[in-house]
């Protein structure tokens, strides 16, 4: 079912997890026992990150050198396969456009028609490890907008069309995108941004998903900028819970945003107590959702970035 349909559908408000790719090693199973803490809530869908392949130059006894894949985490395709063989739960693969051109993308949505997935994530991606701005791949895209576009324009066969129960004229996947409320750190202001969040949405977005924020009124003022703008579509909250003392360093420069004094200092004072922090994390990241929730907001959608318990205490004080 399309996350569209579910939006539409849905009589309260519900959360969705996201996760990241396991890293090498790890088994299928390993990785569905992780998600089974999840499922006691009957999320209505789970996200799947995707990471770009980065590869590395060796030099060989010739002098030549030759290009070798160092790939680190399981594919997010392989991965939400793995997630349909055992849980019946709708996945959202995440795409991305670096690393990948036209072509390359156009068969990674034959894969997700094949496995009959109906939703995708569709984001620009970050900067290759050394590099400081985004390069688009040669024959790839240069911007999320694109990749919308792209997708859209994908038909499938008609024997995937069928598998799909798709009508004649119907969409093939539903479409999300990312949003900033904090500003994407790349533009000049947050109205320009908001924009070029629009032009994703006119190219085809059903949703947008947030980066993750700590204080609620960043969204809300955000919301309230996208609707001035005549962004329309659903504007889903994405939170994370602080699980330790550091991320109040790692976060803000990780991902360009504030954390509030009161949490930091808070933190601060009790950063040599591991269990201290994660309580102070989660109950703050409680508080964020109940007040969310009270302002009428569609869904939740919870960065998990490995972990659980937090999460399930959240999801068990607030749905
Ligand atoms: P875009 O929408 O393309 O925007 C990138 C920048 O370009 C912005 O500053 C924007 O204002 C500007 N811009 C957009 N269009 C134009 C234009 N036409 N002309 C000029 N400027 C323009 N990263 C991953 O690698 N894998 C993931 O799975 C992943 N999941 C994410 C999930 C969510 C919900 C979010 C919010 C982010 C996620 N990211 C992920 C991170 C994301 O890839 C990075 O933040 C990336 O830097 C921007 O991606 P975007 O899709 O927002 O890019």
Redesign the pocket.
């Known amino acids: 079912m399309k996350v569209s349909e579910i939006l539409a559908n849905s009589t309260k408000p519900y959360p969705s997890i996201?996760i990241v790719p396991p890293l090498r090693g790890i088994t299928k199973n390993e990785l569905l026992d992780s998600i089974a803490p999840f499922m006691e809530f009957c999320p209505k869908y789970i996200?799947v990150?995707?990471?770009?392949d980065e590869f590395e130059y060796r030099q060989e006894a010739d002098g030549s050198f030759s290009r070798h894949l160092v790939r680190n985490r399981i594919n997010?395709t392989t991965v939400c396969a793995a997630i349909m063989s055992r849980y019946d739960v709708e996945v959202v693969p995440?795409l991305?456009?670096?690393g990948s051109t036209v072509e390359e993308i156009q068969s990674r949505l034959d894969n997700l028609a094949f496995l009959g997935i109906d939703n995708i994530?569709?984001?620009?991606?970050?900067s290759m490890s050394g590099e400081k701005r985004?390069t688009p791949t040669p024959g790839g895209y240069?911007?999320?907008?694109e990749l919308v576009e792209g997708i859209r324009s994908y038909q499938g066969s008609n024997a995937y069309r069928r598998s799909h129960g798709l009508e004649a004229d119907e969409r093939f996947f539903c479409i999300?995108?990312?949003?900033?409320p904090e500003k994407?750190?790349?533009?000049a202001n947050i109205e320009?941004?908001i924009l070029?969040?629009k032009?994703?949405v006119d190219a085809g977005a059903d949703y947008i998903?947030?980066?993750m924020f700590f204080d609620n009124r960043t969204y809300y003022d955000f919301v309230d900028k996208c609707r001035a703008a005549g962004i329309t579509v659903p504007i889903i909250p994405?939170l994370k819970p602080l699980s330790t003392a550091r991320q109040i360093s790692v976060l803000p420069e990780a991902f360009s945003l504030d954390i509030p004094l009161e949490l930091t200092q808070e933190i601060t004072k009790h950063k040599d107590n591991k269990d201290a922090v994660y309580q102070i994390g989660t109950q703050w990241c409680t508080m964020q959702c109940k007040d969310l929730l009270q302002h009428g907001v569609p869904a939740v959608?919870f960065y998990t970035m490995g972990k659980s318990r937090n999460i399930t205490d959240i999801l068990r004080e607030c749905f």
């Open positions: 996201e996200n990150t995707s990471h770009r997010e995440h991305i456009c670096g994530v569709a984001l620009r991606g970050d985004f240069s911007y999320a907008s999300g995108v990312g949003a900033y994407h750190f790349e533009a320009t941004d070029n969040l032009r994703k998903i947030t980066q994405g959608h």
